[in-house]
T-cell receptor
Framework: GAVVSQHPSRVICKSGTSVKIECRSL??????MFWYRQFPKKSLMLMAT?????????EQGVEKDKFLINHASLTLSTLTVTSAHPEDSSFYIC????????????FGPGTRLTVL | AQSVTQLDSHVSVSEGTPVLLRCNYS??????LFWYVQHPNKGLQLLLK??????LVKGINGFEAEFKKSETSFHLTKPSAHMSDAAEYFC?????????????FGAGTRLTVKP
């Protein structure tokens, strides 16, 4: 149980276009999902916390208008990278909060974004 | 706010020898601590977690970690390394449910296992 999927797993796009990444909890409902960004050979940096039915909470330094997050249901959160630029190229990973009491999150397999 | 420091960016061991990956944490509340492993171009897999129960935590694949509050440490160990253990390891701290349920990752330790 507690499986999180991401789609697509890999995407290449042209500079200036927008890309949407989906994060789904497949066998449980997640009131909270998290979006992380991982640079090559670097750790994960939390970008935002996505709460179902409300606005996402962004970490300091993360542009809200560039990284649009929508958490429309208890099993789906989306991250849209708007007007992508080469510096947005990265590995984006989502996680879902399964059990608040245990503080455990389950991570998706990640999406590798390459902006040309 | 919580934070975590992984003391070694890279650890190299020979197959069959012990593994020690070091982690120190900082937290204002009762923390939950985790170790995750990430193989190249793969997602994160939970190895083990500490959530205020037993201080010695056993995980998958023979790994274990000991929570030492006096030393604010949560080092990961394994008695005998296997080639398949070569990966990136992340120590993670999360504060109690009384705060935001988010995680802070260490910088990661790359484990290399030599034949």
């Amino acid at each position: 149980g507690a499986v999180v999927s991401q789609h697509p797993s890999r995407v290449i796009c042209k500079s200036g276009t927008s890309v949407k990444i989906e994060c789904r909890s497949l066998d449980f409902q997640a009131t909270t999902m998290f979006w992380y960004r991982q640079f090559p050979k670097k750790s994960l940096m939390l970008m935002a916390t996505s709460n179902e039915g409300s606005k996402a909470t962004y970490e300091q330094g993360v542009e809200k208008d560039k990284f649009l997050i929508n958490h429309a249901s208890l099993t789906l959160s989306t991250l849209t990278v708007t007007s992508a630029h080469p510096e947005d190229s990265s590995f984006y990973i989502c996680s879902a909060d399964w059990d608040l009491a245990s503080n455990e999150q389950f991570f998706g397999p990640g999406t590798r974004l390459t902006v040309l | 706010a919580q934070s975590v420091t992984q003391l070694d960016s890279h650890v190299s061991v020979s197959e069959g020898t012990p593994v020690l990956l070091r982690c120190n944490y900082s937290s204002s509340y009762s923390p939950s601590l985790f170790w995750y492993v990430q193989h190249p171009n793969k997602g994160l897999q939970l190895l083990l977690k500490y959530t205020s129960a037993a201080t010695l935590v056993k995980g998958i694949n023979g790994f274990e970690a000991e929570f030492k509050k006096s030393e604010t440490s949560f080092h990961l160990t394994k008695p005998s390394a296997h080639m398949s253990d070569a990966a990136e390891y992340f120590c993670v701290v999360s504060e109690s449910p009384y705060n935001n349920n988010d995680m802070r990752f260490g910088a990661g330790t790359r484990l290399t296992v030599k034949p």
